[in-house]
């Protein structure tokens, strides 16, 4: 395929960015049927969307062959976040660096006056983000009348952020006249509506295949226990060693929360969410693209217009809300042709939900057990030789080292001593729980047959009750609920199990926080592996005690008397007997008046 029916300025600027051919999605928007069109274009993410919508503006901003001048901006392209909108603005800049057009980027978290002196002094093509763009608008700033072609990109992810009014005020301000040109991945009605309103004669592009929205990208499904998920994190990471791999997290906090954690552990690993600043964001960005960085810990709307090259692996560590999510996370791989991997995390109990996703999206998926270490360890064995057996440059300090270390040992002790260094360099795989495995009996759960018991130094005598000391132990250890099996309080002490394969993170987790916990309560309260656990602790549980997630929740126990105590129990009171800040199973909060607070206590990681 040539570039013929280009711009001679515009193939010049391809053939120099080594393009040999269009994609799909550029052919299509250069053919003579849509030129002049409005354009309604559905594409996967990574397939040339930005060079396609470039070309496709070029009959307005080239009329003739050559720049058309203005004291007005001719060309806007609107994009959902920052980091896509000067991911945008860099892409046109090359594609038109020959024709000398100006471009302007207005995003958020840059600086404002900076922005409105370059509007000042002309812009052919204004990229930014919507609230930025309406800003300037206001401001009077931005002048839209004389607008020739408005593009939205990544549409359908605007609508989803709340930016529907910010995209009506930008688009009601220019004039008549002017093409606009839709590109989103999903086409859902509320884009269709937008089309409607603000389109003329659209022509629909559709570059996808029917059947699934990524072609280039392979889906697996692994299920896991609850408290297993952080593990198979590592266990996965570890298993495709991608050159760069991205992990989507819900919230700030659990982003916050699985970084630290992949760090600790030895990975090299950056982190994005809304907390970050413009600065903190860039950074991380350019440590994944100068390979400083392997892992990206993001949320969804922080993770938009990441473009790397090298990320072929994409983990969703918590489930997608819904098919469109899923396929907008996917598609940071995958793109321009080549290869990806999006693996699904999920909770044994949820899978059914995951299944309707999947079939919603239309995408088929290859559900698998999570890595194991020995089949990790094999991988190593396989790459490490081919690592070392790869042909390597060496000058001649290299070699009198060689020298000297074979003058003390072996070829082989050598040899050997530099493939454990390669070993030891890596961070450990995880034992996993088998997600589909039963109780063998009541009052157990899988994963509790061998266990070890830890002491808490609080009991009754502190007026701790399992609602409250539930989520202290999963912050503290750095778990979520169903990690932690049956509790029992005493008068002065209480124990609680923890799974074997858990229990030397879990002890390492707790004695870290307890360093750096600011609450008066629980830094007081020391968490240690129980040497010796009473027989009445071990063999029998007390009225009203607390079974954990594995030994079927709480029995009744009267709160007679309780409630007018005046003295403030053990640590916070924490919104209900479970650590998501829930309603208790019983009893309700503690009233306000009464010597607590009725504070929830905050949610601990659970993925």
């Known amino acids: 395929m040539n570039f013929d029916r280009l711009p001679p300025a515009l ?26 069109r409005d354009l309604l274009v559905s594409a996967q993410t990574g397939s040339g969307k930005t060079v396609a919508f470039g070309i496709a ?3 307005e901003l080239l009329a003739g062959g050559e720049l058309q001048r203005s004291h007005t901006p001719q060309a806007l392209v609107i994009a959902p976040t920052r980091e896509l909108a ?10 038109y660096a020959e024709t000398g057009a100006r471009t302007v980027t207005c995003v958020g978290g840059m600086d404002p006056v900076k922005e409105r002196k370059q509007l000042e002094r002309g812009a052919d093509i204004v990229v930014g983000t919507p609230g930025r763009l309406r800003d300037h608008l206001e401001r009077g700033k931005l002048d839209l009348s004389e607008l020739s072609v408005v593009v939205l990109d990544e549409a359908d992810e605007m609508l989803d952020m709340g930016f529907r009014e910010d995209l009506e005020e930008l688009l009601d301000a220019t004039g008549q006249n002017r093409r606009t040109l839709l590109f989103s991945a999903t086409m859902p009605r509320a884009i269709e509506s937008l089309a409607k309103r603000y389109q003329d004669d659209a022509l629909r592009i559709t570059t996808m295949g029917e059947k699934r929205g990524h ?13 297993d998920v952080e593990n198979a994190v590592v266990n996965l990471l570890r298993y495709h060693d991608a050159e760069t791999a991205i992990l989507f997290c819900a919230t700030r906090d659990n982003v916050k929360h699985l970084h630290a954690t992949l760090s600790e552990r030895g990975f090299s690993a950056v982190a994005l969410s809304g907390e970050h600043s413009q600065n903190e964001r860039n950074n991380a960005l350019q440590a994944l693209r100068d390979r400083r960085a392997r892992v990206c810990v993001a949320t969804d709307v922080a993770a938009r217009g990441i473009d790397l090259p090298s990320l072929t692996l994409v983990i969703h ?5 819904d098919a469109e999510t899923l396929q907008h996370r996917s598609g940071r791989t995958g793109r321009a042709g080549k290869k990806g991997t999006a693996v699904l995390l999920v909770p044994y109990p949820r899978r059914r939900r995951v299944e309707g996703m999947l079939r919603q999206a239309q995408i088929p998926a290859e559900w698998i057990d999570a890595p194991t270490p020995e089949v990790i360890r094999e991988m190593d064995r396989e790459r490490i030789t081919e690592q070392l057996l790869a042909p390597v440059e060496v000058d001649e300090e290299d070699r009198v080292i060689a020298r000297k270390l074979l003058e003390t040992m072996s070829a082989e002790d050598l040899a050997a001593a530099f ?15 088998d997600p589909t495995s039963r109780p063998p009996q009541r009052g157990k759960r899988a994963g509790f047959e061998d266990n070890v018991w830890f002491r808490l130094d609080v009991g009754r005598h502190d007026h701790a009750e ?7 132990l999963c912050r503290r250890g750095g778990v979520s609920s169903d990690a932690i099996g049956q509790i029992r309080i005493t008068d002065r002490e209480t124990y609680f199990e923890i799974p074997r394969t858990m229990a030397e993170r879990f002890e390492k987790s707790a004695q870290r926080t307890l360093k750096s916990d600011s609450d008066e309560f629980e830094a007081r309260a020391r968490i240690e592996v129980a040497n010796e656990v009473p027989d009445e602790v071990r063999n029998r549980r007390p009225r009203g005690e607390y079974r954990g997630e594995g030994g079927g929740g709480y029995e009744p126990r009267s709160n007679k008397g309780y409630e007018g105590r005046h003295r403030k129990p053990f640590g916070r009171p924490h919104g209900g007997g479970r650590p998501e800040g829930g309603r208790p199973k019983s009893g309700g909060y503690p009233k306000k008046g009464k010597g607590y607070s009725a504070r929830p206590s905050p949610k601990p990681h659970n993925g």
């Open 419 to 433: 493939v454990r260094s390669q070993r030891l360099a890596k961070p450990q795989p995880e034992e996993l729980l």
């Open 215 to 227: 072609g280039d990208i392979s889906y697996q499904v692994v299920t896991v226990t609850q408290s």
């Open 57 to 59: 503006m070029a009959d």
């Open 317 to 321: 560590v918590e489930i997608p809300r």
């Open 11 to 36: 193939a010049k600027a391809l053939e120099g960015h080594g393009y040999e051919r269009l994609t799909s999605v550029q052919d299509a928007v250069s053919k003579d049927e849509a030129r002049g």
């Open 466 to 472: 399992p609602r409250w000391i539930l989520p202290v």
């Open 86 to 95: 000067q991911q945008v603005s860099r892409e046109l800049a090359w594609l």
